[in-house]
């Protein structure tokens, strides 16, 4: 029986891709679980393996193609000694069937498995249908593909049970269109007779486009300004960089300010959450985010449990999430999630801005560039010290104002007394 491979939702967030390579070709038997394809998600490359066994009868995506629709057919799988014949499969998509088939992928999406306890079930494709149509609940199938994968051998052994009956349909409310901008003739239009040069959008500055455009629309930001001197932390990094040196370890001003933070999630609580549409989700962990710039755009990788990470993997661990930012090298996983964020521009000399929430995270902490300024001591008299500016973006469905006071003072007081981050 052929079979669809389809496009792969590689991120829960991805909606399209880009079928950048094929490592298989027509004819080719494949195995589960072996890698015959790349594709490229809004951030990154990332390998495709194969759910079920068989031969490449048809391969109706050809590499380099963008836009692919998730859930359209990419290729034909069929067994061995299997005629694809005139199979519909078999047939080689236009431009317009192709934009039919991900029309109705995206108005008739394959039927998504149950979970257990927030526990994601895996499942490729086909298991998933053939378990549909005979009403299988996959919680309680086992699976035997490449890491407890559900395959179509698992269910087709399977009794089909009686599916219940589908409640009613209730119609949902029509939610207002979101304003929209010029259109591109117009602006088009504005600039006639003017030299210029188009750049197309790829997939990552769509991506970011449209998540910074909904959260300036939905997110009700408000800002909160504090300075933070940084002279004790500035010698006691000198301090331990000297004894990390032949370690091959060298601490940045960021990895205090990381790990400032995430302490400060820990020691207020109701701070480190995220806004999740009906409810606020109230993490544990302090997984902090960390907004890097790359050519094009910008990722935000984000290190997990930051508290209980000493100084030194702090730093360890930043500068490979960033090495491989930059080579567009991560997976999903490691730029997802998080409760809060933090975007430093004081090394390109900036002293203050106000940085946008990435939803669904509640707050983003903007950092300055430390300059030096003139102070007045605790003696009255008067001093110079390096000051560094810090303003906090707040979600105000999730954290009002004195919450987000408290949570800018305890990063301030980790700042000011960097020894205790150690303790």
């Known amino acids: 029986m052929a079979i669809n491979i389809l496009m792969p939702a590689l991120s829960p967030t991805m909606e399209e891709g880009t079928l950048a390579k094929w490592l298989v070709k027509e004819g080719d038997t494949v195995k589960s679980g072996q890698v015959i394809a790349e594709i490229e998600t809004d951030k990154a490359t990332m390998e495709f393996e194969a759910v079920d066994e068989g031969r490449i009868g ?100 399977q009794s089909p049970i009686a599916a219940p009956k589908a409640a009613p349909a209730v119609s949902a409310p029509v939610a207002a269109a979101p304003a929209q901008g010029m259109s591109t003739d117009t602006v088009l239009k504005m600039y ?16 970011i486009a449209a998540r910074l455009t909904e959260a300036k629309q939905t997110i009700p930001h408000f800002y909160l300004r504090r300075s933070v001197r940084l002279d004790g932390l500035m010698a006691f990094r000198e301090q331990l960089n000297k004894g990390l040196e032949s370690r091959g370890v060298k601490l940045s001003v960021n990895d205090f300010i990381i790990k400032a933070c995430a302490m400060a999630l820990q020691s207020v609580p109701d701070a480190n959450a995220v806004w999740a549409g009906d409810r606020v989700l109230r993490l544990k962990p302090s997984d902090v985010a960390v907004a890097v ?43 997802q999630g998080g409760s809060f964020a933090i975007s430093n521009l004081g090394m ?29 001591q605790a003696d009255g008299s008067l001093g110079v010290a390096t000051v560094m500016s810090m303003t906090l973006s707040v979600d105000h469905r999730v954290i009002d104002g004195a919450l987000g006071a408290t949570l800018l003072a305890a990063i301030c007081a980790n700042l000011e007394n960097p020894l205790a981050m150690l303790a």
């Open 58 to 157: 048809k391969i109706l995506i050809p590499a380099g193609t963008a836009g692919v629709k998730v859930n359209v057919a990419i290729a034909v799988l069929v067994e061995d000694g299997e005629d694809l014949g005139a199979s519909p499969a078999a047939t080689k998509p236009t431009a317009a069937s192709v934009a039919v088939a991900a029309k109705a992928a995206i108005s008739a999406p394959a039927p998504a498995a149950p979970k257990v306890a927030g526990a994601r079930i895996f499942a490729s494709p086909l298991a998933r249908r053939i378990a549909a149509e005979k009403g299988l609940d996959l919680t309680k199938v086992s699976g035997t593909g490449p890491h407890g994968r559900i395959i179509r051998a698992d269910v087709e052994g």
């Open 192 to 207: 006639q007779g003017r030299a210029f040069t188009e750049v197309p959008l790829d997939g990552m500055r769509r991506t």
């Open 293 to 335: 710039a790359i050519e094009g755009g910008l990722f935000t990788p984000v290190l997990k449990d930051a508290d209980q990470k000493s100084l030194s993997a702090l730093s360890v661990e930043m500068k490979d999430l960033a090495a491989r930012a930059k080579t567009r090298k991560l997976a999903p996983h490691e730029y």
């Open 348 to 376: 390109m000399g900036i002293e203050n801005f106000d940085a946008v929430i990435n939803p669904p995270q509640a707050a983003i902490l903007a950092v300055g560039a430390g300059t030096k300024q003139p102070v007045v």
